[in-house]
């Protein structure tokens, strides 16, 4: 069956520019337990830590597209609202990470204010584990559809966690042992939207980002996302391929596998000509360690060959972590030898 998204109904991506070496990994042929696939997975996941996983040809995949697409459509709907409306479930007002968030403002060519913005729900909510916090109507109508869609988001990264494990030569179930989907998480669905804007540089840099949790799952339908080399240090973009989610590792894996795994830098720019006069919308699930799970090096298979770390590193439970990355004093890029590259306290530093 062929994907149906929405790429088309936007301007291309520009010419010219410089894209990421991403590679892509099929979800059917990790689904097979394909072996060459799961090593080109695992390679990816130690040397850039960012890849496409492709959706063809897998049941699974296709129901993720499909629901991406939807809840792209709501997601555009939900910023549309009325900022006052919006404002009624900032995180000031319900909680510290979950909820509207304000990330910047932006005067336009003809005098309104435009809102970089975003909107975090939490997996808990979505799928029942707690009593959810409060949501504007239209996410209400479609409680269902989110919560599917943390499910198949799930079913996804439960499949790499497995492909992890193998490769990482632990037991099986290590990983997905310590997050499990009932259990209460930072695991969120979250709506981006940024207004279309001029390059600039503080912004752009306030914005430098390690993701804090597991495996994020992201949809792009425009450009701006663009990843650090490792080897380089060049910025160079992420092209958005139809049919395609965006998946890299965050903090937590690295924790657990004493940098075995990587989890690299990212940053969204305002996407270039002919892409630059409309919002930009992104559709991002991440999943993290269950809140009272410690993230410290596992013991087992691969990690035990890594050499200590240089520096001794706070040894916090995953939901500390998050907040004290997200709102407190550990903000910033959390680099591969462990230890941060801090980041100026900008909202805008937050994953
Ligand atoms: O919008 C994007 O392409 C990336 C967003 C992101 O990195 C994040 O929300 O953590
Ligand atoms: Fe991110």
Redesign the pocket.
Known sequence: MELKTSHHLYPPFPEGLTTAPLVSISLSKLEADDAAESHAFFKASKELGFFYLSMEGSALGEKLVSQAEQLHLVQKEFHSLPNHEKDKFAREKLDPFFGYRILGKREMEDGTIQRDE?YNMRKDDLIGNCKPLPCPDLIKQNWALLGNYARTCRAAIDLMFTHLEKNLELPLGTLAKLHRIEERSGDHV?F?KGAPGQFDEERVKGGE?T?FGSL?I?F?WLG??QIRLPETNEWVYVRPIPGSAVVNLGDALVRFTAGLLRSNV?R?VPPMAPQDKID?H?L?FFSRPEDSVVLRRLKGGLIDKQPKLQKEELELTAEEWILRRSLGDLKGVYTHQGGLELRLPLVKGE?
């Open positions: 975003n979250r981006n980002h993701d994020t992201l792009n701006g996302l990212h969204v930009r992104s991002v994953a």
